[in-house]
């Protein structure tokens, strides 16, 4: 498929412009010295200019998209405390002019860090239920909308951290910029993180729209290769529904699954991925987080090493969690 035909394809649905397209690709000069590795690249999605940044800017673009069309006037989103999504969500609908509520599962910190500072900044509702399962987080959001609704408004839940089949068709577009640059970077890897697994698939699917010209690694930082492998498929079978994509086995997404990086799970570090936020920022000025970018860029710096991947252009993808990065280190 053309490029510009992908591109028509993504743009079927509403979608609110959040972004500053095209965020930057840069070089990684010093850490290739560094490694010996030759062709790494970055695409800077942390840089993409709402809060903080990072990849829920593009989930957002169309969840949001979502809830303008429906007329919704209040958005209520989810998380931990220090939810990079949380944040992105509350300043995007500070930038739209919609209410927002954010429902967080602890109790309500004495010294806010990181991104709950963010919140504070933006002046945003929040509602702090305790330390709670997630079960317990999404019973009393879909109260709190069934009450919202009889006072007569008209509330949009973004579900499971941004990442539902909508959502994911953002990152899609991640693949098509990257390409449209092709000529001048050579790139034949792209590295993204695995967690909820909405930015593994969406970048999946925009290749495959692009008809797979780039290996997709997932380095999952979270579930299981195996768990994760579901879900993705689970993912792109409804993404492909919503884009009216037919269900053909010529139309593949085609990625590899590194599940070597994620150490003890989602949220615990590894010394490796400890060492890597400090490498990357020594040497290119760059910061990356404990819980998704540091795993996944050690795990591509990694594999490369070792020669496990042999590429002519590496790409990390910075998915963000600048605001988090505080509430990282503050204790
Ligand atoms: C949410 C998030 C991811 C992973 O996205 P999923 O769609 O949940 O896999 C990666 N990096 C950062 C910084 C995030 O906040």
Redo the contacts with the bound molecule.
Sequence with gaps: MKIQEAKEILTSLNRLSLCSYDTPIQHLKHLEELTGINGLYIKRD?LNGVGPG???VR?LEYLLGSAVENHSDIVIASGQMN???CT?AAAACCKIGIHCILVHNNDEPKYPTGNTILNNLLGIERVYLGEKPESYRNEYIMQMAIELKKKGHTPYIIEN???TPL??IG?ANIPLELFEHNSQYHISDIF???????????VALGNMLLSNPYNVHVIT??NTVDELNLILEDLMKNMKTLLNIPQNPLMKCQYSLHGDYRGQGWGISTPESINMIHELAAAEGIFL?K???SK?FFGMIDLLKKGSIVSKGACFIH???FG?LFGQYSS
Excluded: F, P, R
């Excluded at 993204?192 to 698939?201: C, D, E, H, K, P």
């Design positions: 942390d990072g990849n829920k989930a939810s990079n999504l992105i951290g941004a990442t959502g994911a990152y993204v993180a695995g967690g909820n697994g909405g930015l593994a698939a969406g930082v979270e987080e819980i998704y970018t996944t998915s963000g969690g988090a």
